[in-house]
């Protein structure tokens, strides 16, 4: 099995709500990522995991908060989004040794009113 | 000035013709990945270098570590290939990759 799955697809939140965005890998992957994507730009980093600890944060605003609860697991509360959160939502998992290939989930298009 | 410089930034092709997306990096790296992404859609890794050469069906990658310089290569393009390819680089002890802007492709019939 080399995929990562996400869920939900497709989001529409207002800014007041509370949602988490979760992602999952069975390949035994010891590294998962979020990142975050606007329209016809390439993804930036949001946060990184290594052995379920925190590696990477990469100064995302804490209105995000990443949460891996075991090895296979990655969520991504969010609380207080802005409009300008809006935007493609891609998790990914690496594994260590000879290849870190990083393997990236369809994405979650996240719309915030 | 982006650490990955990619070029071009958008490929108009006929089905048929021969592909070359270039991708340059500024310091040394342990391994270059090209990705492929569809609109709307999320990324597919289509190879992961660090030296030489990879063949993956019409697809073919290299990758010159003194020049700091990879192409990608696409042979008998075809409609179903349109889509944003990018370069990303990861530096040494570091889990973390830097994309170039990305190259957006169109293959006519």
């Known amino acids: 099995d080399t995929e990562v799955t996400q869920t939900p697809k497709h989001l529409v939140m207002g800014m007041t709500n509370k949602k988490s965005l979760k992602c999952e890998q069975h390949?035994?992957?010891?590294?998962m990522y979020w990142y975050k994507q606007k329209a016809k730009k390439p993804p930036e980093l949001m946060f990184v995991?290594?052995?379920?600890?925190?590696?990477i944060n990469e100064s995302v605003p804490s209105r995000f908060s990443p949460e891996c609860p075991n090895s296979s697991l990655l969520n991504l509360h969010l609380h207080a989004l802005q409009p300008e959160d809006s935007a493609l939502y891609l998790c990914?998992?690496?594994?260590?040794?000879?290849?870190?290939?990083?393997?990236f989930g369809p994405g979650t298009r996240l719309t915030v009113t | 000035k982006n650490e990955v410089e990619q070029s071009p930034q958008n490929l108009t092709a006929q089905e048929g013709e021969f592909i070359t997306i270039n991708c340059s990096y500024s310091?040394?790296?342990?391994?270059l990945h090209w990705l492929q992404q569809h609109p709307g859609g999320g990324i597919v890794s289509l190879f992961m270098?660090?030296?030489g050469k990879k063949k993956h069906g019409r697809l073919i990658a290299t990758i010159n570590i003194q020049e700091k310089h990879s192409s990608l290569h696409i042979t008998a393009s075809h409609p179903r290939d349109s889509a944003v390819y990018i370069c990303?680089?990861?530096?040494?002890?570091?889990?973390?990759?830097?994309f170039g802007t990305g190259t957006r492709l169109q293959v006519f019939p």
């Open positions: 990303a680089v990861r530096y040494y002890n570091t889990d973390k990759l830097i």
């Open positions: 270098l660090s030296s």
């Open positions: 995991y290594s052995y379920e600890k925190l590696s």
């Open positions: 310091v040394g790296i342990s391994a």
């Open positions: 990914a998992s690496s594994d260590e040794g000879s290849s870190y290939e990083q393997y």
């Open positions: 390949m035994g992957h010891r590294a």
